[in-house]
Nanobody, 133 residues
Framework: QVQLQESDPGLVKSSQTLSLTCTVS??????????WSWIRQSPGKGLEWIGY???????DYSPALKSRATISRDTVKNQFALQLTSVTPEDTAVYYC?????????????????????????WGQGTQVTVSS
């Protein structure tokens, strides 16, 4: 069973870089056909997919966040990470890490909504990120 746990980002101020880590247990981040995503939910809004890193280290990002987001991994620690630069209060949200088996997440353009949590096989509990101005 895949289990995921997000790190606590602490306080984040506008214009700074948000850094989050997801620790994975139950499967290796290099296991074939696994895709490791970051997803967020802002107050009063739906789920928004940020991007993923695949089992073979390929990455893909939401067009809306591509210029600011970077997803990487540490195969020794079995973790993957998100860096989001130049944050603003609009980046305030609960951030989740999630896994998906088989294929990555398709987003045609713009903001990438996630219509159902069931699309992803496992989720972390989520971590609140508040960006102060």
């Amino acid at each position: 069973q895949v289990q995921l746990q997000e790190s606590d980002p602490g306080l984040v101020k506008s214009s700074q870089t948000l850094s989050l880590t997801c620790t994975v247990s139950g499967v290796s981040v290099t296991s074939e056909r696994y895709y490791w995503s970051w997803i967020r939910q802002s107050p009063g809004k739906g789920l928004e997919w940020i991007g993923y890193i695949a089992y073979d280290a390929r990455t893909d990002y939401s067009p809306a966040l591509k210029s600011r987001a970077t997803i990487s991994r540490d195969t020794v620690k079995n973790q993957f990470a998100l860096q989001l630069t130049s944050v603003t209060p609009e980046d305030t949200a609960v951030y989740y890490c999630a896994s998906k088996y088989g294929w990555g997440y398709y987003c045609p353009g713009g903001v990438c909504s996630v219509p159902s949590r069931s699309i992803f096989g496992s989720w972390g509990q989520g971590t609140q990120v508040t960006v102060s101005s």
